[in-house]
């Protein structure tokens, strides 16, 4: 393992990050207050308690999944897809480094830029509501699980966009829709007995459904579920990944 490719790829990605680090805190702190302002304040105040938590808690675990997901996207899509549009690609192709490497470099700076606004939105959040983990270990764990499993689904997005307007396709149109719809302002079990039973083909549940368990001990579907569907859609996005860097898909055209 060549850990100083690792690395550069790494710091050359993160000094991006720092460039606009005011840009990337005050960015999730303001749309952090909206949502409160209109998910917590306007329907809050009609909805008292949803399975025994404060609504403007309850959607606390919604609001990071919704940011952290679309963010580790946004951010491992356009590292790989900007040498690739510039050309610069083939120099790392060309570079005695494997395809693990390359993945480490970028996935790994993606997901560190996506758990820093998960973070900051948390801290955030608990200006406005009072907040109890229950389980700090589990919150951590799905936290990190969800920023490497989406960011390795960015990468695959910006190997295979062809131009900016591919960049934003997956994610706005498909992604964004799935987490609104996978219970983030909700509980399934609000839902009627089919659209519940609809709703768990949404893959994004299981992750907010995990992830809220772990702040306070109420979820929609089994951890152990939630745990083994993140943990399969991570094995299968590296698969996707070497077959990619394997057949030279999208890379050597």
Not at 170 to 192: A, D, E, N, Q, R
Request: aromatic share 16%; glycine share 8%.
């Amino acid at each position: 393992m060549n850990w100083t490719a690792v690395a550069s790829i790494y710091r050359f990605e993160m000094a991006r990050f720092f460039r606009t680090l005011m840009q990337s805190f005050l960015s999730p702190v303001l749309s952090t207050s909206l949502y409160f302002v209109v998910f917590g304040a306007a329907i809050g105040s009609r909805i008292d308690e949803v399975e025994g938590i404060a609504y403007g808690a309850f959607i606390v675990p919604g609001l990071i999944m919704l940011s952290v997901i679309t963010q580790s996207i946004s951010n491992a899509s356009f590292g790989i897809y900007f040498p690739k549009f510039i050309g610069t690609v083939y120099e790392l192709l060309s570079a005695p480094i494997n395809f693990l490497e390359i993945v480490l470099g970028y996935v790994g700076a993606a997901a560190t830029k996506a758990l820093f606004i998960g973070v900051v939105i948390l801290c955030t959040a608990s200006l406005f509501v009072d907040l109890s983990i229950a389980h700090p270990f589990a919150m951590v764990l799905f936290l990190l699980l969800t920023c490497l499993s989406f960011a390795l689904l960015g990468f695959i997005i910006g190997i295979w966009a062809k131009n900016f307007e591919q960049l934003q396709l997956v994610p706005l149109l498909i992604v964004t829709p799935l987490v609104f719809l996978g219970g983030s302002f909700y509980s399934i079990s609000m839902l009627p007995p089919i659209w519940q039973k609809i709703t768990m083909f949404n893959p994004v549940v299981y992750l907010i459904s995990g992830f809220r368990w772990s702040f306070f001990g109420t979820a929609d579907v089994p951890v152990g579920t939630s745990l083994l569907a993140i943990g399969g859609f991570t094995c299968l996005c590296l698969a996707v990944i070497w077959w990619i860097f394997k057949t030279g898909w999208r890379i050597r055209s």
